[in-house]
């Protein structure tokens, strides 16, 4: 699971069908309330920007300005923080552990804005040397635009790619699925891939991938899912049937789609 400081939350929207049993059959729709509003791509520019917030964060964390650093982060974050630091032992503990999570070095792998929530969101590979060599994670940076200014939101350590436990992509009939054996998980969708006969979205929840199958991207329109909501790096909430035997893979009853912050 991802190290949080402090926790984060993903909203809503959604799809439900009957999985590929059901190919041509019914595929049943969850009225959509409102229109998601998805992050749309960050420009470089405000990418170096949010990136040189960070990394005045990290020097102050590293040079024990905690009050500095602190004035950096969110309104949100920060009430968090400060109830979590009422002794002088509080701040110095928060300061290791703080210290543990800034890296060496960042390759960056996302960068999202939500210009309707002002909020802003960049992933990347975060490398750090320890004792037993160098480890590479995945962080989660998130920024908030307050009165104008950005601030620095909630930081989240996530495994990195060495640690991440794959799933097989390989389609199968529904017949080596269970369908007295329902399943739930949630997680971020890490890669899609549009095949003549079925759609796969790879899921991370944790350090583990799930395959999740559902209908081809013809089906899903034609019942009123646009399968370009199905993206990398949104948050996807799923109920569907077990593989037989492979705990990693599942057909699809009910996905809801989450977009990212």
């Given amino acids: 699971m991802r190290r949080l ?14 999985g590929l049993a059901a190919l041509a059959a019914v595929v049943l729709m969850a009225a959509f309330a409102v229109d998601p509003a998805w992050g749309r791509p960050m420009d470089g520019a405000l990418q170096q920007q949010l990136q040189a917030l960070y990394s005045r964060y990290n020097q102050d964390i590293t040079a024990g300005h905690l009050d500095a650093a602190l004035a950096l982060r969110s309104t949100a974050a920060r009430a968090a923080l400060e109830q979590q630091l009422k002794t002088p032992k509080d701040r110095q503990d928060y300061l290791a552990d703080a210290r543990e999570m800034v890296p060496e070095r960042l390759e960056l792998r996302h960068a999202s804005i939500d210009d309707a929530t002002e909020k802003a969101l960049l992933i990347a590979w975060a490398d750090k040397a320890t004792a037993s060599g160098e480890v590479r994670s995945e962080l989660d940076i998130g920024f908030v635009r307050e009165d104008g200014t950005w601030k620095l939101g909630d930081l989240a350590m996530g495994p990195g790619p060495a640690d991440i436990k794959h799933c097989n992509p390989g389609y199968e009939p529904i017949d080596a699925y269970d369908t007295s054996h329902p399943v739930s998980l949630a997680g971020r969708i890490e890669r899609v891939d549009s095949q003549p006969d079925h759609t796969l979205v790879v899921v991370l929840a944790g350090n583990t991938e799930t395959c999740a199958f559902l209908p081809n991207s013809a089906t899903l329109q034609q019942h009123g899912l646009d399968p370009a909501i199905l993206q990398p790096y949104r948050v996807a909430e799923i109920t569907g049937v077990a593989h037989r035997g492979d705990p990693q893979k599942v057909t699809v009853n009910n996905i809801t789609v989450h977009a990212e912050e």
């Fill in 5 to 18: 400081l402090p926790a984060r939350a993903f909203a809503a929207r959604a799809f439900a069908a009957l």
